[in-house]
T-cell receptor
C-alpha cells in the first residue's frame, strides 16, 4: 500500500505486481517532464520523458501518463522487480529555452521478493 | 564512457567551517549543474554553467555559496561558512552542448554533514 513516512511517501509492492507512482507538478506552463530513479548512494538516473503535447508514452516496462488538466503525472512500472526498489522523482522543465529542471519530492518504491 | 566524477564522497564539518566540493563532468560536456538534495527531497538547482560562464545562479545563496568553472571543465562548489541547514547531498550533473534535458547525467554526489 501507499503511506506517508517521515521523509518520503512510500509504495510497497510484491515482485511481479504493477506499480503506479504519482506526481503533482506545480506549473501549468511546464512543457517537458522527466521521471528519474535514484538508488541509495547514487545520483538520479533518467527513466522516461514526455512532452506536454502528449498524454502517454511507453518505454520498456514503464509508461508515463500526463494529465495537464489536473497537473498530474504518473509512472507505471509493469512486473515490478526487486531491482526497481529506489526513490522515484518527477521533474518539470519550467523555463522554455533554459535547460533547467525542477524536481518533485519523490516516492520510495519498495519491492518485496 | 566515464561518468560524472565527484569528490569527496562524504564530508563532515562543524558549523562555521568552510568546505569545497569538486566535480569532473563527462568529457566534452559543455553544461554543468550543481544541485543540493536535502534528505527526503528532490534535487534543487543551485547553479548552471555553460562552458566557464554562469547561465543560472538564481537559487544559489551567494552570501555563503560560491562556484567556479574556470577552464570550462572541472568545477568547484564552496560553502563558507557552513550552517547546519547545509547538510545535504551535493550533486553535479552535465550535458553536452546543445544537449537535451534527458541527456543530463548525474554524479554520485557528495554527502555533507554539518555538526
Amino acid at each position: 500500500g501507499e503511506s506517508v513516512g517521515l521523509h518520503l511517501p512510500t509504495l510497497s509492492v510484491q515482485e511481479g505486481d504493477n506499480s503506479i507512482i504519482n506526481c503533482a507538478y506545480s506549473n501549468s506552463a511546464s512543457d517537458y517532464f522527466i521521471w528519474y530513479k535514484q538508488e541509495s548512494g547514487k545520483g538520479p538516473q533518467f527513466i522516461i520523458d514526455i512532452r506536454s503535447n502528449m498524454d502517454k508514452r511507453q518505454g520498456q516496462r514503464v509508461t508515463v501518463l500526463l494529465n495537464k488538466t489536473v497537473k498530474h503525472l504518473s509512472l507505471q512500472i509493469a512486473a515490478t522487480q526487486p531491482g526497481d526498489s529506489a526513490v522515484y522523482f518527477c521533474a518539470e522543465n519550467l523555463h522554455s529555452g533554459y535547460s533547467t529542471l525542477t524536481f518533485g519530492k519523490g516516492t520510495m518504491l519498495l519491492v518485496s521478493p | 564512457e566515464a561518468g560524472v566524477a565527484q569528490s569527496p564522497r562524504y564530508k563532515i564539518i562543524e558549523k562555521r567551517q568552510s568546505v569545497a566540493f569538486w566535480c569532473n563532468p563527462i568529457s566534452g560536456h559543455a553544461t554543468l549543474y550543481w544541485y543540493q538534495q536535502i534528505l527526503g527531497q528532490g534535487p534543487k538547482l543551485l547553479i548552471q554553467f555553460q562552458n566557464n560562464g554562469v547561465v543560472d545562479d538564481s537559487q544559489l545563496p551567494k552570501d555563503r555559496f560560491s562556484a567556479e568553472r574556470l577552464k570550462g571543465v572541472d568545477s568547484t562548489l564552496k560553502i563558507q561558512p557552513a550552517k547546519l541547514e547545509d547538510s545535504a547531498v551535493y550533486l553535479c550533473a552535465s550535458t553536452p552542448l546543445g544537449g537535451r534535458l534527458n541527456e543530463q547525467f548525474f554524479g554520485p554526489g557528495t554527502r555533507l554533514t554539518v555538526l
